[in-house]
């Protein structure tokens, strides 16, 4: 089993800047190869923000947060970080980190259903 908690949300003006955290823990979580982010809305679906291979690599970025979200890992923490610079009205969601087993990839990183375990969440409010 993997256990994933998010940190570091709360409310901020536009323009401004957020890290959030998702520390993780579990006997399992070191077989997990893809790390990642993604935001809901009440009523909308969950979107895809960012991912990470564990094991390296250029991470994958949403199109509407490329340019302004940076997504990165440190092993020794295990914890996988969302530095968010510019932010927007429109990036106010719940910020779920997610991870599974497989590594991600440019078709599928998006997908929902293909990350196995999830955090309970991370509230981010952008005022404009």
């Known amino acids: 089993q993997v256990q994933l908690v998010e940190s570091g949300g709360g409310a901020v003006q536009g323009g401004g800047s957020l890290r959030l955290s998702c520390q993780a823990s579990?006997?399992?979580?070191?077989?997990?190869?893809?790390m990642a982010w993604f935001r809901q809305v009440e009523g909308k679906e969950r979107e895809g923000v960012a991912a990470?291979?564990?094991?390296?690599?250029?991470?994958y970025l949403g199109d509407s947060v490329k340019g302004r979200f940076t997504i990165s890992q440190d092993h020794a923490k295990n914890t996988v970080y969302l530095e968010m610079n510019d932010l927007k009205p429109e990036d106010t969601a719940m910020y779920y980190c997610?991870?599974?087993?497989?590594?991600?990839?440019?078709?599928?990183?998006?997908?929902?259903?293909?990350?196995?375990?999830w955090g309970q969440g991370t509230q981010v409010t952008v005022s404009s």
């Open positions: 997610a991870a599974d087993q497989r590594a991600p990839h440019a078709d599928s990183w998006r997908w929902v259903f293909r990350y196995k375990y």
């Open positions: 579990g006997d399992t979580y070191r077989l997990m190869n893809s």
């Open positions: 990470i291979y564990t094991g390296g690599g250029s991470p």
